[in-house]
Structure formats: structure tokens, C-alpha cells
């Protein structure tokens, strides 16, 4: 059983005493092993949520630090939601897809290597298992077991000796969160001009920095960082990025004018 003092303070005041993640009876153990592992697609979500609203908000800015009208900063803002999501979207299909191929080939790898050379692939698994501690006839009883399998085997040497993960995300579910995300955050900064708001610019900065602030408490469900922490570091961010763009627009206007 884990001692709470070796958890960092953020961790300890996040988790209430007594209260566990999940069930460990043997009948919630095995349903939730017979599951399978869970992809987490979180990353793609905050990745075009943050790129969205950074990205737009920057157009945003850029455009009304030029001192340029409202259509041109909705004509701008609406071609870089999409052309730049559906971008990023596809790049995130590629590179995940990039991860299947990557296993595959080391899969054939592997397979081709217990054909050819399987002593010395038992060496492997040896040396392997040897550095997770197992020695004497534990160790051969293990390196026994799992080469006795040829699938276990290979997952094995996948897992162990290449540090892939388990199983591989979905590059159409990663591709298409990666695009939501950056479709619904990016709006935000669109919205004052949308609605012909006096104050657009302000209104467009506040509803951003809203956004980034619930992208990182939201993020804080997933890590060790209290939710104002992160929420505040989310929003430094793209505030650094927003005031980049502004500048940027009054100083290409002055160099212009």
C-alpha cells in the first residue's frame, strides 16, 4: 500500500482519504482487465483547443492591431478555423497512423528474428526480464512462460526491448478530437465580431482567456497540478502568444504608414 507522504502536495489534496480510483473486488478486477486497456485522447483534444484559440486569437489581434475592419478579421479568423484545423487534424491522422506502421514493422521484425535466430531471441528476453530483478530458476521459469507463446513473445520484445506502448491510438478518433476541439475553442475570439459588439477586441480577449483558463483546469483532472495552477499556466501561455500578435499588427501598421 502506497504512503500519501511520498505523493507531492498538489496529489494529496486532490485525492479524498479512503477513496480509490476504481474497484479491486475480483469481479470489477476482471471485468475491467477483460476491457482492455482505455486510449486517452486528451492530449489531442487540448492540443487543437489550445492551437485553436491561440491561433485565432492571434489573427484576431493581429488584424485589429493593424486597425483593419471587422469583416477582414471575420474572413481571416473563419479561413484559419478551418484550413488550419482541418491541417492540424491531418497532420495528428498521419503522425498517430505513423505509430500503427511503426509497430507493424517492428512486429515483422521480431517475428522474422524468432524464425531465424530464437536462441537468441530467448537471450533477449533473458536479459530483459534479468534487469527487472529476476534471477535463478525464477528467471528461466519466466523467459520459459513467455516464450513458450508466440504472440506474448513478440508483445514482449515490442513492449520491453522498443518502449512501445501497449496498443495504439486510433489516428481517426485522435484526428477528429484534435479538430473539434480546435473548431469550438477558436470560435471564442470570433464571437464579438459575429455579434457586432462595440467592444469586440476586449470581448474577443475575455472569452479567450476563458477558454484557455477551463482547457487547463480541465487538464488539471489528469495530472498532479491544482486547477488554478493549471488553469493560470494555460492562460499565460496564450496570453504571451495573443499580446505576440498584437504587437506584431501595430508594428507592421506603423512600418507601413
Partial sequence: ???????????????????????????????????????????????????????????????????????????????????????????????TKSEHDDWRRLQDIENRHIDLAPEGEREEVRQIFARKGFEGEQLSRMVELVTADRERWVQTMLIDEYGLPHAVRSPSIAALCTFTAFLICGLAPLVPYLFRSEHSLTLSVLLTGIVFFVIGSVKSRWSTSSWWH???????VGGIAASLAYFTGVFIKWLLS
Fill in 1 to 95: 500500500m502506497s504512503n500519501d507522504s511520498t505523493l507531492p502536495g498538489d496529489a494529496r489534496t486532490k485525492r479524498p482519504a479512503g477513496r480509490m480510483e476504481h474497484e479491486h473486488s475480483p469481479d470489477a478486477i476482471r471485468r475491467r482487465l477483460e476491457s482492455g486497456p482505455k486510449h486517452n485522447y486528451l492530449r489531442d483534444w487540448i492540443y487543437g483547443g489550445v492551437d485553436g484559440a491561440v491561433t485565432t486569437l492571434a489573427v484576431v489581434t493581429g488584424v485589429a492591431g493593424a486597425q483593419l475592419s471587422a469583416w477582414i478579421i471575420l474572413a481571416l479568423g473563419f479561413a484559419n478555423l478551418f484550413a488550419d484545423g482541418f491541417s492540424m487534424a491531418a497532420s495528428n491522422y498521419l503522425g
Fill in 230 to 236: 493549471s488553469g493560470f499556466t494555460t492562460l499565460a
